[in-house]
């Protein structure tokens, strides 16, 4: 996490063992992007359990290594990754068509930081007992907007309450993220929405999708 490798091990090893649980919830392929957030989740927080190592000075280039893998995750990932699993999720058409606009909103500002992380050098250094990504970029504002609207919008857009609860949740975390770090946004915010997204496991706790599932679409091969 932000605050110690110690942390962000924790928090990781947790997530993966949440994550690998709702994996073999899944009852249809279309579930599956959905299900697999917590376990990336988790490597992303075993990324930051391991930058935390190389502080200070331990390890330059691994440093540098594990700032970009962590950032491809914080940056580039979730905007793209998030409004595709939703969209995967839904069955009604107009919601479908809100998601597909969403999705390539998300797209759009994923690939744009992509780009940045290669032409734009990104920093992580250790402040206040967290860790700090300096991520310089053009038209942070409206890459700001898009990146809720890809991460936490395309949840609220489901028909699904549990799926509107995660989006509501990660939502109200990164305003108090914002509000309390500021300057560690991004490491807070990513532990944050990282523990909360053991709500996507309560999805698959649903009776009335189980029977849903299993009225509308082919049960995955048993595994």
Do not use: K
């Not at 967290?130 to 609207?149: K, T, V």
């Amino acid at each position: 996490m932000c605050f110690s490798a110690q942390a962000s091990f924790t928090a990781g090893t947790v997530l993966l063992i949440v994550g690998a649980a709702t994996v073999r919830r899944a009852r249809a392929r279309s579930e599956l992007p959905y299900a697999w957030i917590p376990v990336l989740f988790g490597i992303q927080q075993l990324l930051e359990g391991a930058l935390w190592l190389t502080f200070p000075d331990r390890a330059p280039l691994l440093n540098t290594v594990l700032t970009h893998a962590y950032s491809f995750f914080s940056h580039v990932l979730w905007p793209i990754y998030v409004p595709l699993a939703a969209l995967a999720l839904e069955a009604v058409p107009w919601r479908r068509r809100v998601l597909v606009a969403i999705a390539t909103a998300g797209t759009a500002v994923g690939l744009y930081l992509l780009a940045t992380l290669f032409t734009l050098p990104i920093v992580a250094t250790v402040t206040g007992q967290h860790i700090a990504y300096e991520s310089p970029h053009f038209y942070a504002l409206a890459a700001m907007s898009l990146y809720l609207l890809g991460t936490c919008a395309s949840l609220m857009f489901s028909s699904h309450a549990r799926v509107v609860a995660f989006g509501v949740a990660a939502f109200v975390s990164a305003v108090a993220a914002y509000a309390f770090y500021a300057t560690w946004f991004i490491s807070v915010w990513c532990f944050f929405a990282g523990v909360l997204s053991v709500i996507v496991f309560l999805y698959f706790t649903d009776a009335r999708r189980t029977a849903r599932v299993r009225g509308a679409a082919p049960e995955l091969e048993a595994r």
